[in-house]
């Protein structure tokens, strides 16, 4: 049973930053390919990066590309988004996802994904 806690979303002003963190238990997280996810009311939720299982491969939404860097912490089983020059259009929930046996066309289909958080609210103000 894998078990995921998002924390670090809040309030920030257009071009601010955020980190957002995302704990993992239950399994060994080197063997889970991590995702963010965004959704925001009424459209369905939206990949935003992931990193892939067992190494170092990160994807990202074009939107975010360049702004957000998705990161690992082994030893302290740990999944990070470091989200720079935020914009209003950024603001939503974020999820944290996890998922062994995801394969790479599906990587951005969040039904693809077995584990997830229970989000944090990222607000950006214009």
């Known amino acids: 049973q894998v078990q995921l806690v998002e924390s670090g979303g809040g309030l920030v002003q257009a071009g601010g930053s955020l980190r957002l963190s995302c704990a993992f238990s239950?399994?060994?997280?080197?063997?889970?390919?991590m995702g963010w996810f965004r959704q925001v009311p009424g459209k369905e939720r939206e990949f935003v990066a992931a990193?892939?299982?067992?190494?170092?491969?990160?994807y990202y939404e074009d939107s975010v590309k360049g702004r957000f860097t998705i990161t690992k912490d082994n030893a302290k089983n740990t999944v990070y988004l470091q989200m720079n020059n935020l914009k209003p259009e950024d603001t939503a929930v974020y999820y944290c996802?996890?998922?062994?046996?995801?394969?790479?066309?599906?990587?951005?289909?969040?039904?693809?994904?077995?584990?997830w958080g229970h989000g944090t609210q990222v607000t950006v103000s214009s």
């Open positions: 239950g399994r060994t997280i080197s063997t889970y390919t």
């Open positions: 996802a996890a998922d062994r046996t995801l394969i790479l066309s599906t990587l951005r289909d969040p039904s693809k994904y077995d584990w």
């Open positions: 990193l892939w299982r067992g190494g170092s491969n990160t």
